[in-house]
């Protein structure tokens, strides 16, 4: 049994780990943390969590939890993540991992020295979807894959008080939406890139409100990706073009609510979706399983360290500080 305990009660937190804990017998949720206490009675009621912490050392010192889930701001991730982990709890923590790539390392160092695990919840990455374009690739599908195109816009109306636009808290366009296409393209490309050029636009705080990246791999394939939280009604695409054809994949961040792939492969086309259950449901079954059979998973360890890397070298070119410098 995996007694998770739920650091912030955060708004995340019901979609990305309540209700697919909900629907296993395997996991149980023990408890929430909240530095209103209010809050996090009101939360575990809400949610028929077992109980409320009032400060969040409390929860990371509660003896019948395993995992805590880190759904604070990107601001508070290595602090309470690096406490949890030497605490003796894994730690499955929302993404960005961290304000910075120093911060992801001084995390992930924390869960090799205690011999624990620091999870990035990129939880896209465990959906079927994700899992069939790998072996595409895998099996030569592609070809050589020579250019890619990823974009993910969402209309977050600009709010000083909000978390997602103050820099310091870990807000901006790249920090809150551009981990995933940076993701994406690390993962199909299977490499690290260099960052080419990189051009933002700041709101009134200073976070960036859109960013634009060009992006170049060993291979010499290079990668367009656009991230927008002005940019009207959510658009997320993944597009590769290879010495075969190319292929289109719309929505493959939250592919459970609807997606499709289109594929032009040679005299082959095909407009299609992959099956499967919500992204969550199978990032919680990756981490059960991987936790239970002592298996890495590919969103942790030197992942976690290398997306994080990307971002910021795509800040510097932007012209951008480092975030918690």
């Given amino acids: 049994m995996l007694r998770i305990g739920i650091l912030g009660a955060a708004g995340i937190a019901p979609r990305s780990v309540i209700a697919p804990a909900k ?32 400060s969040y050392e409390a929860l990371i010192d509660d003896p019948d939890i395993d995992l805590v889930y880190n759904a604070l701001p990107p601001s508070a991730h290595a602090e309470w993540s690096i406490a949890a982990l030497e605490a003796g709890k894994h730690v499955l923590c929302e993404k960005p991992i961290a304000l910075n790539a120093i911060e992801a390392r001084a995390m992930n160092a924390a ?7 620091l999870i990035e919840a990129f939880h896209d990455r ?9 072996s595409l690739r895998d099996a030569g599908h592609f070809g050589a894959l020579r250019s890619a195109r990823a974009e993910f816009a ?10 997602r636009h103050d820099p310091k808290l870990g807000g901006g366009a790249m920090m809150d939406l551009g981990c995933y296409p940076v993701h994406w393209l690390r993962t199909l490309f299977a490499s690290e890139p260099e960052v080419l050029a990189a051009t933002g636009e700041r709101n009134p705080l200073g976070a960036d409100l859109r960013m ?13 990706l656009m991230v927008d939280m002005a940019g009207g009604p959510m658009k997320a695409v993944l597009q590769l073009e290879s010495d075969r054809g190319s292929l289109s994949v719309l929505n493959p961040v939250l592919p459970h609510l609807g ?8 005299p ?30 590919p969103t942790e360890g030197a992942d976690s ?10 800040y510097a070119a932007a012209g951008f500080e480092m975030r918690g410098s």
């Fill in 305 to 314: 360290i290398a997306n994080m890397a990307l971002i910021d070298k795509i």
């Fill in 126 to 134: 465990y959906h079927p979807l994700t899992l069939h374009l790998l």
């Fill in 268 to 297: 082959v086309s095909r407009h299609y979706t992959v099956a499967g259950e919500t992204s969550f449901d199978h990032q919680l079954q990756a981490l059960v399983d991987a936790l239970a059979k002592d298996e890495p998973l």
């Fill in 212 to 224: 634009r990246a060009t992006l170049q791999f060993a291979s010499g394939a290079t990668a367009e």
């Fill in 259 to 266: 997606h499709s792939i289109s594929s032009s492969m040679g």
């Fill in 154 to 163: 969402v209309d977050i109306p600009y709010d000083p008080r909000s978390i």
């Fill in 111 to 117: 869960a090799t020295r205690n011999g624990r695990r």
């Fill in 23 to 54: 629907r296993r017998s395997d996991v149980v949720l023990a408890a929430v943390a909240s530095l209103r206490p209010d809050a996090a009675r009101a939360y575990a009621a809400q949610h028929s969590i077992a109980r409320a912490h009032q």
